[in-house]
């Protein structure tokens, strides 16, 4: 289209040849126009600035158009930062295709270019030079013709061969940390294989590294393939990292285990048979467990705590499955009264040994110790500490209201030489604690209240719960007279009884007050 | 301040960030749904709005999840973290897609980068075609506030400390990268830790591989500290006792924002609401330690009240200014009052009350101080045990029992095991796999005792043997480096990290960085920071950093090249942290009054913000 325009300024119709070049001379130009447009728009914008005032004078020089091509390229590399920002995303097919074109395309219209100029000149010469003057170049002519085919071919050969070759690796490389196009399928030798990893965990780029492992898992025989990942600790970390992530659990547990990392295999294992049997009902899961025992476990000594604690885990599922049997099945009968007045909210199954624990004491306490729904069978069983099954026993019974339960479970029955006494290893502060958070009613905290040893502590404890006999007694106890009168005034008037107790004591001449 | 104008503005970045998007979402013509990674919702809300991306052609906005997209136009574009996971889900969308013989094209936008491993995945799909074009959305730091910075990515620290997978390393490299470019090359750069120093490297290489000239910018950061969070994994697992801390702890700030619920606001709806330097009120109390945050508040409200009343004798033009300038930012600073008084209603009840599952907050902070000063061991221990029999919160558990394994550099065998079983009995048995993860990060570890039997280091011996080759990997090696003995009283001595005892600390004026945890314990982080500025590099602190894991490193730039230039001056006083695997909310108050109290502007980066909960939720296996 722009050459149409020129025809009629086109000074000399002779010039065919140059106004051929030139509008040639267009072509990487309008190239380059079209690809912009599909980059982006800001790219447009500039172009169509720059390209309207050269139209006209295009005609003049080659040289004058070349100027918005390089400027539109050097733009996404160049230094400030808000290109930089946006450049790079360009940045991979950009300057590839359209950045070279205007290069090559250089050479080529220049040479004819040059060759055309002495025929433009011969017009003002006489004919006899004109003929003298083209007898006489010719060989030399020639030989410059063939020095140029010879390089063109020469840089052919060499364009082909880059096709062909691999980009240097260092190349390669920085384009997979720059996020450039690669392609590393060019490498074939081992050692160049090796050498790219070897490269990318130097520069320390993760993708890099996964990469290039993952190119040789693909291309070498697989004992190859290990013996070089093996000797790259940092290369096995991202294989890891990536079979984890894509789930080839399979692949990861035979690399693990090559690594001699049993314990990391061995709980690989024991999440995936955990893991595709959340869903499934306890017996599959435990003939599940009990396969990864003996697959996975057992062949490890230093795993022998692990072993146990996933046999304790099966024989917890057997029990709690068979509970939830039972008790649902007499839930669902609706002659259980306990199931009405307290129904149950979620089943026990897959739950912890404690959760259970507390489960069995709060709908089964009291029962015989050979019933598998039996809190001590539980604590038996799994070896629970005291201080544990006090702690779940407690809460349990409070929930449910039941005062007597807790007060035999903390009275140490009469012996020859002692009277019956209440006693709790976890100490008194801990079960009053446990008590009121799970809500349970002053009237029933008073009487472990006053259990607590320490008087200081005490006090603490009665004064927040408002114990108020409590507090008035270990008052009374320590004989601190001020402290009771000014607790006096914090005992509401509704509570007359506690008041007049605190009063008498106030009075009382037995008393031998500090203060 | 004059000072404060050479301050870096970081809300820069965020107009780089949206330019990003803007660009990406605009080479896409026409009318386009969006399919969001549900992790990049916060982070994309802070940085834009739905208006912006409806000026961008967005229709629809979609979370993305593993159920297929129901309707939606011809045409939808993905934003999505680079994982396995996601490529999978967005494969599975794009073939049912197929299947239902719907056209549509796809773009799928990869924060900050794509990685070969996603294009891997969604060619072996088979969904790579001319419908499906992937390009990278650089979008790396969101600035929080005008001195925080983060890369939102909480995922790297499980990825880089327990896998030892160094792709999001890149990242933060990047991140510098960017930065530098905004505010020029930071000529002082010091570094503890094994990633640190990665990092640093690869912030070199990237440099030379982008071709990036040394920026021409007059630097505007003086000095940046990379530390590595196994560093110090001790100061994340203390409760936070500052009120940003607290809030973060117990409602948990996303992002730079916070959902105040009913118990807060004293109405039925809750109040989302960004926490920042705006607002004023905030500002004021964040950094206090929280016993001096009520006094400031009911003050305020006196004030506030005054000015109210103010308008009661006014004239009417008065009046009429009143209304115009002041009104509006009164009804402001009362609104935000009433907030932050209600949270601190809220934080007090868990201080003082505990409940069933969280115990008495007091007795928590004992217990840390105890930890901390290396204290009462017995008492410690059976703290812990009670919070496992009665089955407390697992995160506060785990919390006590790392930091625990982490004071007193891995606990002895019988205790271990003996916790161990405890824990499983309470929690779960599938938490073997749990304490397996926190053990590979080097926070919860059974210490060699050196008197194995020989069975045992026979068997270790031959498992050594197996594992082929010299390199020890950094995962298994960073071990190693947590066990040197009692590692942690050692540097906690020569830093004096702890404050001697009957050293009064005021709470209301701080003397000392300690303050953040009241008194008890200066952060370790905190320490090596205000060091390396002191001395202006590591030196003569060797004796301290070869007790810490990792590498040291520093690279300083000859000052007397720069020196002379008033711009040089400013900035040498201003200093840039890098934590690499998340920063405290104590953190950055404690180098905040770092900064204020030496005269440096302290601008802190962090690839996420963290607590202690947030911190070993990641390694928590949650398999049932």
Not at chain 1, 231 to 255: F, N, P, Q, S
Not at chain 1, 493 to 498: G, I, K, R, S, T
Not at chain 2, 23 to 48: A, E
Not at chain 2, 260 to 276: A, Q, R
């Amino acid at each position: 289209m722009s050459s149409v325009r020129f025809r009629p300024s086109g000074a000399q119709p002779k010039e065919g040849d140059d106004d051929y070049w030139n509008s040639s001379g267009f072509k990487p130009f309008n190239f380059n126009d079209d690809d912009d447009e599909e980059d982006s728009i800001d790219v447009i914008r500039w172009d169509g600035s720059t390209a309207a005032p050269i139209r006209p004078k295009s005609q003049t020089s080659l040289s004058k158009h070349r100027p918005p091509v390089t400027q539109a390229m050097s733009s996404p590399a160049c230094g400030i930062t808000s290109a930089r920002a946006y450049g790079s995303a360009r940045k991979q097919h950009f300057p590839s295709s359209p950045a070279t074109l205007p290069q090559h395309s250089e050479p080529m219209t220049a040479k004819p270019n040059g060759a055309a100029r002495p025929t433009s000149g011969t017009d003002q010469r006489t004919l006899t030079e004109v003929v003298t003057a083209h007898s006489a170049p010719t060989a030399t002519d020639f030989a410059k013709l063939e020095t140029a085919n010879y390089s063109l071919r020469r840089q052919l050969a060499q364009a082909k061969r880059d096709q062909a070759a691999a980009p240097s690796k260092s190349e390669t490389l920085c384009r997979l940390i720059t996020g450039g196009t690669y392609i590393l399928e060019l490498y074939k030798s081992k050692e160049d294989k090796a050498a790219l990893l070897d490269g990318a965990i130097q520069r320390h780029d993760g993708n890099a590294i996964l990469a290039a492992t993952l190119f040789m898992r693909d291309t070498l025989k697989r004992d190859l393939f290990s013996k070089e990942l093996m000797k790259r600790a940092v290369a096995v970390d991202h294989y890891c990292a990536y079979l984890r992530a894509a789930g080839e659990i399979d692949e990861l547990h035979e690399t693990l285990s090559a690594l001699g990392r049993t314990e990391e295999a061995a709980m690989l294992k024991y999440r995936q048979c955990l893991a595709t049997t959340s869903a499934s009902n306890p017996e599959i899961r435990s003939s599940a467990l009990k396969d990864c025992i003996k697959y996975y476990f057992d062949c490890d000594l230093r795993l022998s705590n692990e072993t146990s604690a996933i046999q304790e885990q099966i024989m917890l599922m057997e029990r709690q499955s068979a509970v939830e049997d039972s008790d649902s099945a007499a839930e669902k009968s609706g002659t259980v009264q306990v199931f009405k007045s307290h129904p149950r909210r979620d089943s026990i199954v897959y739950k912890s040994v404690i959760t259970t624990l507390y489960y069995c004491c709060y709908y089964h306490w009291g029962e015989a110790e050979g019933l598998l729904s039996s809190p001590t069978s539980i604590k038996n069983q799994h070896k629970i500490g005291e201080k544990q099954f006090l702690y779940t026993a407690l809460a349990a019974l409070c929930r449910m209201r039941r005062w007597r339960d807790i007060e035999a479970l903390l009275t140490v029955p009469k012996s020859l030489f002692r009277s019956a006494r209440l006693h709790a290893t976890i100490g008194f502060d801990k079960v009053v604690d446990v008590l009121s958070k799970n809500l349970a009613p002053p009237d029933a905290l008073g009487k472990y209240c006053a259990e607590i040893e320490g008087n200081e502590k005490r006090l603490e404890m009665a004064i927040k719960l408002k114990s108020f006999k409590v507090a008035i007694d270990t008052l009374v106890y320590t004989k601190d007279r001020q402290k009771l009168m000014a607790y006096l005034d914090e005992i509401p008037q509704a509570n007359q009884h506690m008041r007049q107790y605190a009063s008498t004591q106030l009075r009382s001449q037995d008393i031998k007050w500090r203060n | 301040m004059t000072s404060m104008d050479a301050f870096p503005d970081v809300s820069v970045l965020k107009g780089l960030a949206r330019q990003q998007l803007a660009m990406s979402l605009g080479n896409f013509y026409g009318k386009k749904d969006l399919v969001i990674d549900p992790t990049l919702m916060t982070p994309l809300d802070r940085l834009t709005g739905v208006q912006f991306l409806k000026e961008k052609g967005v229709d629809k906005i979609f979370k993305l999840e593993h159920k297929e997209i129901l309707g939606g136009c011809d045409q939808r574009v993905y934003i999505v973290r680079p994982e396995v996971k996601i490529m999978r889900q967005i494969a599975a969308h794009i073939n049912s897609d197929k299947r239902a013989e719907k056209l549509r094209k796809y773009r799928i936008l990869m924060v900050p980068r794509q990685l070969h491993i996603c294009n891997m995945i969604l060619e072996q799909e088979g969904v790579l075609g001319n419908t499906v074009l992937i390009e990278d959305l650089h979008i790396d730091f969101i600035p929080l506030d005008s001195d925080i910075i983060s890369l939102e990515n909480p995922q790297l620290l499980n990825a880089v400390f327990r896998e030892g997978d160094q792709t999001w390393l890149h990242t933060v490299a990047r991140s510098i990268v960017n930065i530098q470019a905004a505010f020029g090359t930071i000529p002082n750069v010091y570094g503890q830790g094994h990633n640190a120093k990665i990092v640093d490297e690869l912030v070199k290489t990237l440099t030379s591989e982008f071709d990036e000239k040394k920026s021409p910018l007059q630097h505007q950061i003086g000095h940046l500290i990379l530390l590595d969070r196994d560093v110090d994994y001790v100061t994340p697992l203390c409760s936070q006792v500052t009120y940003e801390g607290l809030l973060d702890d117990i409602f948990e700030i996303k992002c730079g924002a916070i959902d105040f619920g009913p118990e807060v606001t004293g109405t039925e709806k809750s109040v989302k609401t960004l926490l920042n330097s705006d607002d004023a009120i905030f500002d004021q109390i964040r950094n206090r330690h929280f016993t001096a945050v009520f006094k400031f508040l009911s003050s305020r409200a006196k004030e506030i009240q005054a000015n109210y009343d103010k308008r009661h004798n006014m004239e009417l033009q008065d009046l009429k200014n009143f209304v115009a300038s002041e009104l509006k930012g009164l009804k402001q600073e009362h609104r935000s009052l009433t907030l932050h008084i209600g949270a601190s209603e809220v934080i007090m009840k868990h201080k003082t009350k505990g409940s069933l599952k969280k115990g008495d907050l007091q007795d928590i902070l004992r217990i840390e101080h105890s930890l901390l000063e290396g204290s009462d061991f017995r008492e410690c221990v059976a703290y812990i045990e009670e919070c496992i029999h009665r089955q407390y919160d697992m995160l506060l558990t785990l919390r006590l029992l790392c930091l625990l394994s982490c004071t007193t550099s891995g606990l002895l065998s019988k205790d271990y095991q003996n916790l161990k079983t405890q824990f499983l009995h309470s929690y779960g048995f599938e938490h073997m796999i749990t304490f397996f993860n926190l053990k590979k990060a080097g926070l919860l570890t059974e210490a060699q005792t050196g008197k194995e039997t020989s069975i045992e280091s026979n068997l270790n011996k031959l498992a050594d043997s197996r594992a082929v080759g010299s390199a020890v990997s950094y995962v298994t090696s960073s071990l190693a480096a947590l066990q040197k003995k009692d590692w942690f009283r050692t540097v906690s001595k020569k830093l004096s990290l702890i404050p001697k005892p009957g050293t009064e600390n005021n709470t209301h004026h701080p003397s000392d960085m300690s303050y953040v945890f009241g008194g008890a314990y200066v952060p370790l982080t905190c320490r090596l920071v205000e060091q390396s500025l002191q001395r202006q590099g590591w030196s003569g602190l060797e004796d301290v950093l070869r007790h810490l894991p990792g590498t040291t490193f520093e690279k300083q730039e000859a000052r007397s090249a720069k020196a002379g230039k008033t711009g040089a001056t400013m900035a040498s006083k201003v200093v840039l942290i890098y934590f690499i695997g998340g920063v405290t909310y104590s953190e950055i108050a404690a180098l905040r009054f770092l900064g204020r109290q030496k005269g440096y502007k302290v601008l802190i980066a962090a690839t996420s913000i963290i607590n202690g909960s947030r911190m070993l939720e990641s390694f928590v296996e949650t398999v049932k």
